[in-house]
């Protein structure tokens, strides 16, 4: 393949980054901790409106694990979780001993549905079993039914853990996706719309959620001259170094965001006259989603028979990178025996659904070869 490799969602460096990371080799701060850490999670809480509080931590997988620890999730607790997710939204609670009850997605948002997530409470109520915690994710960016899904958790007295992996930047009603529950979580995966190389940050209003979840990060260590631990611990810190890139990257997030949201654009306008292509957008002004990936629905019954898997691999041949919509929880192998509530949408959309190349940094001949694919393809 002498084509160069176009990529769902690459890393994407804004230049800046480096005088953080050689600051830190310069002062010798590349231990653990040091300024960047804090100034990393206070570039964050003042992105975030100045009112939360942040944990910077060394995965997005890590601060739902320690978000469902500081709601008190114990082994035989249930917890509801969105299906139609990456599974780090879903493997905390099996660390924790906890059963997932998994819930359908609806058709706008693609995310957790608040008529399924009511029957699934009133079902394990039922039951006996009442939910600890919901967990609902931002799917692609887009948030989910803020007002209807956070009233059916209030009116049932249980608590939301937002997956605002994908979605730092994205708001409802112009209020940060991050800040609506509880507690949140977020990712700085290589993929994402900034990234640490690796990295992730729990999110909460309560600064002692904050504390408690920096001193679970590093080892839960008691206040005392010698080594001494009360509780399990965990070494989910960030690192001074990853932080460093962390606080390049934050001067360039609102940049990336129009980048991605421009790419969006693009496919709205490629597909507007192909019947069938649907690219997932916004359902109104209330939501503004940073569009991390965009994303079509395909219904081969008015494409001729093109399917999703007919664009990824004619994408394929070309060397570029395309991928399926998340495959629903309650459909992987490991998860298929806990409980499901809904329908079969997020099944539809992941047999018809595809993550097109999104990155910030793609430039216009990557546009134009991803264009030829699809006039071909498609005809026009």
């Known amino acids: 393949m002498n084509k160069s490799k176009i990529w769902l969602s690459s890393p994407h460096m804004g230049g800046i980054e480096q005088k953080y990371v050689q600051e830190a080799f310069d002062t010798n701060w590349v231990a653990p901790l040091g300024p960047n850490v804090s100034g990393f999670e206070q570039d964050l809480e003042n992105y975030l409106g100045g009112k939360h509080h942040v944990a910077a931590?060394?995965?997005?997988?890590?601060?739902?694990?320690?978000?469902?620890?500081?709601?008190?999730?114990?082994?035989?607790?249930?917890?509801?979780?969105?299906?139609?997710?990456?599974?780090?939204?879903a493997n905390p609670i099996a660390y924790l001993g906890a059963t997932p009850v998994f819930v359908d997605s609806e058709s706008e948002t693609w995310n957790i549905c608040p008529v399924a997530l009511e029957e699934a409470i009133i079902d394990r109520i039922s039951k006996g079993k009442k939910?600890?915690?919901?967990?609902?994710?931002?799917l692609y960016g887009m948030p989910f039914k803020v007002k209807e899904v956070m009233a059916v958790a209030e009116k049932y007295s249980i608590p939301v853990l937002e997956d605002s992996a994908e979605a730092l930047g994205s708001t409802f009603q112009g209020k940060n996706c991050g800040t609506f529950g509880q507690l949140a979580a977020l990712s700085f995966n290589g993929n994402k719309i900034i990234t640490t190389s690796g990295g992730g940050a729990l999110v909460?209003?309560?600064?002692?959620?904050?504390?408690?979840?920096v001193f679970l990060a590093t080892q839960?260590?008691?206040?005392?001259?010698?080594?001494?631990?009360?509780?399990?611990?965990?070494?989910?810190?960030?690192?001074?170094?990853?932080?460093?890139?962390g606080r390049g990257q934050m001067e360039v997030l609102d940049q990336h965001i129009?980048?991605?949201?421009?790419?969006?654009?693009?496919?709205?306008?490629?597909?507007?006259?192909?019947?069938?292509v649907t690219v997932f957008s916004e359902p109104n002004t209330d939501y503004f989603s940073n569009h991390w990936l965009s994303c079509i629905v395909i219904d081969p019954q008015k494409t001729n028979g093109i399917t999703r898997e007919t664009l990824r691999l004619a994408m394929e041949v070309e060397n570029?990178?395309?991928?399926?919509?998340?495959?629903?929880?309650?459909?992987?192998?490991i998860f298929e025996q806990y409980p499901y509530y809904g329908g079969k949408v997020a099944e539809n959309l992941f047999e018809n659904g595809l993550c097109l190349p999104s990155g910030s940094n793609l430039n216009a001949e990557d546009c134009a070869r991803i264009k030829a694919v699809v006039e071909t393809l498609f005809d026009f």
């Open 57 to 89: 931590l060394s995965s997005g997988t890590a601060a739902l694990h320690l978000g469902l620890i500081l709601l008190d999730v114990q082994p035989g607790d249930e917890v509801i979780c969105q299906s139609m997710t990456f599974s780090a939204s």
């Open 131 to 138: 939910p600890k915690a919901i967990i609902a994710v931002h």
């Open 204 to 213: 909460s209003s309560q600064k002692e959620h904050k504390d408690k979840a």
């Open 220 to 245: 839960a260590r008691d206040a005392a001259p010698h080594y001494q631990h009360s509780e399990i611990g965990y070494n989910y810190r960030l690192s001074n170094i990853c932080a460093g890139i």
């Open 258 to 276: 129009a980048l991605r949201r421009k790419m969006h654009d693009f496919y709205v306008d490629l597909f507007k006259e192909v019947e069938g």
């Open 320 to 333: 570029i990178e395309c991928r399926p919509l998340w495959k629903p929880m309650h459909l992987q192998p």
